[in-house]
């Protein structure tokens, strides 16, 4: 697939350019964007092929679980078990932002998802370029750091284009200004995971 050209100055989400991540996204494919701290690996979370490959990419283990991202709650509500208002309290403070919680799952959350877990890692985004990709292709998308497991996340449009090649569709940007990925905070517990 050939890759959109890019510089720092011309980091603008273009029609034509959400037109062929929608496309893309919609036949399954895997998408690099930038988020708050690094690119991050996306994809549709209900198509099951997708997430497979987005994993093989990643040689991530599916029972790990992966986070999806949202432009807001509304994307995410499908996945988590309904909240009462004390919990919905707890995480609507800390949204958007880099704060991922771990909710509990509805049963009709795929288990390519949440892996061998009860719950399913969620954030709505603070990156505004994250969160217009979310809104654009109106879904939630899977969100983990654009990396193989043990390397470093890539932090550059240029180190995804190379690092993945022609099997992931790199959309240009520039990541947050955050060093560390997002917390990863348990909601039924209060424990901090990451």
């Known amino acids: 697939m050939l890759q959109p050209r890019f510089s720092a100055t011309t980091a ?13 996204i919609k036949q399954g494919g895997v998408i690099a964007y930038p ?18 490959k987005l994993l093989r990419i ?9 986070i999806l991202i949202g432009s807001d709650f509304s994307q995410l509500q499908p996945y ?4 009462n208002d004390a919990q919905w309290h707890k995480i609507s403070s800390s949204w958007p932002g880099p704060v991922t919680w771990l909710l509990p799952v509805t049963r009709k959350t795929p288990p390519w998802l949440r892996g061998g877990h009860k719950s399913i890692a969620m954030r709505v985004t603070a990156h505004p370029l994250a969160a217009r990709l979310c809104h654009a292709v109106n879904m939630p998308l899977v969100s983990t750091s654009a990396n193989s497991t043990r390397q470093k996340p890539a932090r550059t449009y240029a180190a995804c284009v190379k690092n993945f090649g022609k099997g992931v569709l790199v959309v240009p940007g520039l990541i947050g200004k955050r060093r560390q990925p997002s917390t990863i905070m348990d909601l039924m517990t209060g424990a901090v995971i990451r």
């Open 12 to 24: 603008v989400l273009t029609t034509a350019l959400l037109s062929r991540v929608r496309a893309h």
């Open 35 to 52: 988020t708050e701290s690094c690119y991050g690996l996306g994809c549709d979370p209900r198509n099951r092929r997708a997430v497979m």
């Open 80 to 83: 988590a078990a309904p909240l």
């Open 58 to 66: 990643k040689s991530r283990p599916q029972h790990k679980g992966l």
